[in-house]
């Protein structure tokens, strides 16, 4: 019996090897820059919510527009009455009826209306809004991930210079040429490398899961980057980018939004002055029951009404307080309308500003990076020559690669900033479309 287990033990034991060995490795995911973007458009969670958000704004205004269609209702029921021959409601008792109602003319409720409308107009430009704020994380996270993955790599070998500098100090010092606290120096330089890439390690891990988030990625699968460039935006006249942005700022449209639908509230406020206008209509089958015939001296089984309902105002003082509230935030829209504009004329003058003074700290960097890099030339020659020891080689390569670092910090911080303006003057969508 023990015998049999043991070979069932070990077939299931290599039954379970064999699926594992046939089933296919998982392999990182390689993505640009416009298949990440594009990604999480697809699966956006904001984005969804957003959508369906606007989806409720339409309803809302469809439910408004509703009292200017017709509507038709039907129906019947029963009820005991003792005495004159009438229903609760205080209709004539009916087998069957059916009723029409449709509003012709009703300006607070057209006012009503058209401010719906806006709102749902706006609730699209969130949507919008939305869209682009995912299309910058998800960039944002992409370049940021790619310029980690660069940084470590540069850490990395500069660790590797730092270890042999240090190897080299500490045979000095042994030997007495250098310092013990040259040899201390050297310990406290590569410390900081090693601490270095253990927070670039740590940022590594973070944002690789935000791009799989973002992408609907598994999560723990490899996602491969590359560093890419954006597009010159900024390179057109400071008056162009703020005439762009004031056309196409979500914000201000979503204001002037507001103040348009004030503008109809405050306008069918004022028609509530005006007589309201309903077109109506009733097809009602009575009932016998009760001696309701006996009451009346004609009774008449099929009656239809149709007609026009009009109610005229004699004194409404809730229309006077109404007009008043629509008029005080018509003037507050129009003050928030100005505001945006101001403020968005600011916020574009310093975008496009800091996107040009990072341009010329990235030019700085590069021009420290080549420097660098003919320097770290310059002592492989004299190295090779004789002239210049391992330490010295070393030492210039830790300083190119720490240029390195600097430009790619550089590139980065523009990047951004150009995906700033991009965001703020309606570039983003030819972009990454």
């Not at 056309?247 to 204001?255: D, M, N, P, R």
């Not at 002055?273 to 097809?283: E, N, S």
Request: charged share 25%.
């Amino acid at each position: 019996m023990n015998k049999t287990r043991w070979i069932v033990f070990v077939s299931a034991l290599c039954l379970l090897l064999c699926l594992s060995r046939s089933l296919p490795a998982q392999e990182p995911e390689s993505l640009t820059l416009k298949k990440a973007v594009n990604l999480a458009l697809q699966n956006s969670r904001e984005l969804a919510m957003a959508k369906a958000q606007y989806a409720v704004a339409l309803d809302t205004a469809r439910v408004n527009r509703a009292e200017f269609l017709p509507n038709l209702y039907t129906g019947s029921g029963a009820a005991y009455t003792n005495g004159f021959p009438q229903t609760p409601g205080g209709a004539p008792p009916s087998v069957f009826e059916m009723s029409y109602t449709q509003s012709i003319f009703n300006p607070p409720l057209r006012g009503q209306l058209r401010a719906a409308e806006d709102r749902a107009e706006n609730q699209r430009l969130e949507m919008e809004n939305t869209r682009n704020a995912v299309i910058v994380r998800t960039a944002t996270s992409y370049l940021e991930l790619a310029k980690v993955r660069h940084s470590l790599e540069l850490l990395r070998t500069e660790r590797a210079s730092a270890q042999k500098i240090l190897e080299v100090t500490r045979q000095r010092t042994e030997s007495g040429v250098e310092l013990p606290m040259e040899l201390t120096r050297g310990e406290l330089n590569l410390a900081r490398i090693e601490q270095r890439v253990i927070q670039l390690e740590g940022r590594d891990e973070i944002l690789s899961e935000q791009l799989r988030d973002l992408a609907g990625l598994p999560s723990g699968q490899r996602v491969d980057v590359s560093a890419e460039e954006l597009p010159e935006g900024a390179a057109e006249p400071e008056g162009q980018l703020i005439d762009l942005a004031l056309a196409y700022s979500l914000s201000v449209k979503e204001a002037e939004n507001e103040r348009s639908a004030r503008q109809h509230i405050l306008q069918g406020e004022h028609g509530g002055y005006w007589p309201t206008v309903d077109l109506v209509g009733q097809y009602s089958v009575l009932s016998k029951i009760n001696n309701y015939d006996l009451f009346y001296n004609h009774f008449q089984r099929n009656n239809l009404n149709l007609g026009v309902q009009i109610r005229i105002p004699i004194f409404a003082a809730r229309t006077s307080a109404n007009v008043a509230l629509a008029r005080s935030q018509l003037a507050t829209a129009e003050i928030n309308v100005g505001a945006k504009r101001r403020d968005l004329r600011l916020d574009v003058v310093q975008k496009v500003r800091s996107v040009r003074e990072l341009d010329a700290a990235k030019e700085v960097a590069r021009l420290d990076l080549k420097l660098a890099q003919e320097t770290t030339g310059l002592t492989q020659s004299k190295f090779e020559e004789g002239r210049a020891t391992l330490r010295d080689l070393e030492q210039s390569r830790l300083d190119e690669n720490e240029k390195w670092l600097a430009f790619l910090d550089a590139e980065f911080a523009k990047q951004k900033a150009q995906l700033a303006v991009m965001e703020a003057t309606g570039q983003l969508a030819k972009v990454f479309q």
